[in-house]
């Protein structure tokens, strides 16, 4: 469970980003990029964020959240492909030594602003 | 209006663990990731392992728990220079950060040191997640487990330069398939190099601290 630590390290960054000149924000949405092997729980995530944003100008933001695919490439034989199940040898060499290249992800895109 | 971040959310704490791999490169000390699940026998193996490198090797040992210094007691019997980081300060997180990996090496001193093993909290899942500005990170696993660890947890396994299989004395007694559990780690990370050993009677050790040296 280490998603309040993440979830405080998002709402630091995300006060950092908002303009300094704007009288009393309030943000819509921040937009997220989640791995899907990366072991965060996106409910356990928005949980948490719900806590520790009460009272900032992100409370009631809504976190969307895009999930990535585990993209593995075969560095023997150059086949890429999308994993669904943590099996992450090659299809056609099965020797080939594997690296991921997308499914890690924690990343924050952008906030979006109301209106 | 839409104001673009694009930020990864842990970067704080890669920056803190870029940092720690500067210190350890200047101070010219090997750091090993330790990580499982609670009970796999980590301190037991650590015990042995250390027991066998030194005093050749000079190994000193940051111990992560959440709460008590059960483990680090262990382990200062080896003789091996070793602190204790309790996380329940930091709200009894359940893995480490690269900024608690600097204020323990700093307070463990690392002139000295060949090898630095961080004991990573017992646990499958966060630790996988926070770089520490390891050098190799090695996962255990024991044979009182499931053999399906491996796929349920697959970031632990796939982020591992190396697995230990632990208690394998226990085999005869239970009905752990040992050959699947293997199979299910070289799914997860092919390539990867298992050692099936037990920490408590010594079987199977040799290729495991072999490893260990290569590294160095």
């Known amino acids: ?115 | 209006m839409e104001i673009k971040i694009r930020k990864n959310i842990l970067e704080k704490n890669l920056t803190e663990a870029d940092k720690n791999r500067s210190f350890f490169r200047e101070k010219k000390v090997f750091v090993l990731n330790m990580m499982s699940s609670p009970g796999s026998g980590k301190t037991q193996t650590l015990c042995r392992t250390l027991a066998q490198l030194m005093p050749d090797i000079q190994v000193g040992v940051i111990v992560g728990d959440i709460c008590t210094t059960n483990d680090a007691d262990r382990l200062a019997k080896t003789g091996a220079k070793v602190t204790q980081i309790n996380t329940d300060q930091f709200g009894g997180d359940c893995h480490l950060t690269a900024p608690m990996i600097d204020t323990a090496a700093r307070q463990l001193g690392c002139d000295d040191l060949d090898l630095l093993i961080v004991e990573n909290i017992g646990n499958l899942v966060c630790p996988a997640e926070f770089d520490i500005g390891e050098n190799a990170r090695v996962v255990v696993l024991s044979v009182t487990e499931g053999e399906d660890k491996p796929v349920k947890y697959p970031l632990m396994f796939q982020v591992s330069d190396a697995a230990i299989l632990n208690k394998v004395d226990l085999l005869p007694y239970l009905e752990f398939d040992a050959a699947l559990a293997v199979e299910n780690m070289k799914t997860v990370h092919p390539g990867m190099p298992v050692f099936e050993l037990s920490a408590k009677t010594g079987q199977g050790f040799e290729p495991w601290l072999e490893w260990l040296r290569q590294q160095l």
């Open chain 1, 1 to 115: 469970m280490h998603e309040m630590g993440i979830a405080q390290e998002l709402v630091r960054i995300a006060l950092e980003a908002l303009p300094r000149d704007l009288k009393d924000p309030k943000v819509a949405s921040l937009n997220l990029r989640i791995g899907k092997l990366s072991s965060v729980v996106p409910h356990s995530l928005t949980f948490c964020f719900e806590i520790i944003t009460r009272d900032t100008p992100l409370e009631h933001a809504r976190l969307d959240i895009e999930t990535v695919p585990v993209v593995i490439r075969c560095d023997t034989c150059g086949r890429q492909w999308e994993a669904d199940t943590p099996v992450f040898r090659c299809p056609d060499c099965e020797n080939g030594q594997v690296r991921m290249i997308s499914g890690r992800e924690i990343d924050i895109d952008s906030l979006t602003l109301m209106e």
